[in-house]
């Protein structure tokens, strides 16, 4: 049997390379030596007062020889982010202690020297380093011939320093950002693989279920009627298919959340659409519905049916956590200030109904985890919402009522 | 009531001969099977069933390729198809209303009363219970 005609994609990412054509390693080295070259010049013509020139030898052959230990280094550590942070932080204490070492530049000169490294941070991006870098060294140069009388040449080594810095962290925003994408890309492939063998186990499982209920549907015609023992273990045996068949849709859901389809949707029509759904249930449940909805709220990046399946799950959890029947209170509205940034959407869904022990909060998105395996439960309903939300950077918080009962928010970023 | 006559179409054999037993007891049945989509071609032209139960996902030839075929067939394209797959959820086709780009899937599992009301349906029969029962 063909395996559902899946194509299974490959998991290997592609290996970054660095810039100049050349690996990382060899990138990071070459950032370096001007680096070094820089370092050399402050320590050893604007000598200081706190250093003997032996210091500043020897922390300077340290820094040389820092870079000649980088070219004995497995090339595969380069890929590592991990790697980069003890690198650049040695670096960035090495630059600033020679640069305050020289006693030589004033409080302009660092705030220039700081301000490379912010713009580097916040575009990451090797190419807008050197626009930050001619920025930068425009602004420092009008600050500088406003302020000084220009004769003494050693000035001028400020502005290859800026430069210099600026490729630096440039080179390493960029590597963030570049590690950033690359776990974005590997996250997105790990669940196309996952939509892929989740198709083709529950292809290769649900045909022998079928074939399991059409032989326990003939053999309890044939046979069942005649004795009452045969008749409960065929039940036994169908409802046996039902379940497992019910654990491999759930698989299928929580695997087919891989494709999703962003628009821009009002949150609140697609809560009112989950909640009309499902009226029936509630009647037939006898749970009383109270909805708060703020009218202000700006639209939300989401995939609406896949929203829809979220809000379902809870509704129908906060229905089975009060089975007498109850109350269920679902509101949204914004937080953060009207059109200014970092407005977030909160939904919450609300029932007076039973409370999750506490020893079972931290488990209650883990896969396969319920307390309702004797009702047909499959543990797969909160796990799926989690991942759904996960999947639209939104946040989900379950707690227990003080009074009893659960209050379930999700925060939406607009 | 003449039986209607199905061609189940599916490479899992022992899902067809189960199908032809169970559809067969109703007695509203006669049932043919095959577990190789180019076969059911030539068998869909002898047996003239009045409804074909197809499978999609087959190691010879595909479903979606069958009934393309049968389409294209003059002796068999008024033939109506119901596809049986186990690629599909039932909340999909429930909320798609039993049809995905014009054609009626049913997902497996399915019990016989289940098919055999949508059989009913597809050839526009009453449902009812079945007039007579084989034991």
Redesign the interface.
Known sequence: MDKAGTVYPSVALPRPEGIFEVSRKSTVIRLRWPVVLVCAYLLLYSPSPWLRPTTSHFLLLLYILSNAVLHRLDERLFDSPIFYIPLVMFDTLFLTTSLILTQRVGTDFYLTYFLIIILCSLWQDFRWSIVAAVFVSILYGYVLFKTTEIYDSSLYIRFPFLFVTSLFYGYFAQLVRDGKAIREQAEVERWKTVANLSAGVAHEVKNPLAILLQGVEYLADKTGKQDPDVTLVLKEMEEAVHRANSVIRGMMDFASIAQLNIVAEDLNLIIERSLLLLKNQFDRSHVEVTTELATDLPQVQVDRPRLEQVFINLFMNAVEAQPGGGRLWVRTYREGAPGGNGVAIIAEVENDGKSIPEANLAQVFDPFFTTKRNIGGTGLGLSIVKNILDMHNAKIQIRNRENGGVRVALQFQT | MAAKKILVVD??A??GR??K??LE?TGKFEVQTETKGSQALNTARSFKPDLILLDI???DM?GSEVANRLKSDPVTRNIPILFLT??V???EIETKSGSIGGNIFL??????DELVKSIDQALGEPPGKPEQ?I?
Do not use: Q, Y
């Open positions: 490479d899992e022992g899902f189960l199908l037993l169970n007891r996902i087959m190691p595909d186990a690629l959820k039932n909340k997902a497996k599992p399915i019990t016989t029962k034991s």
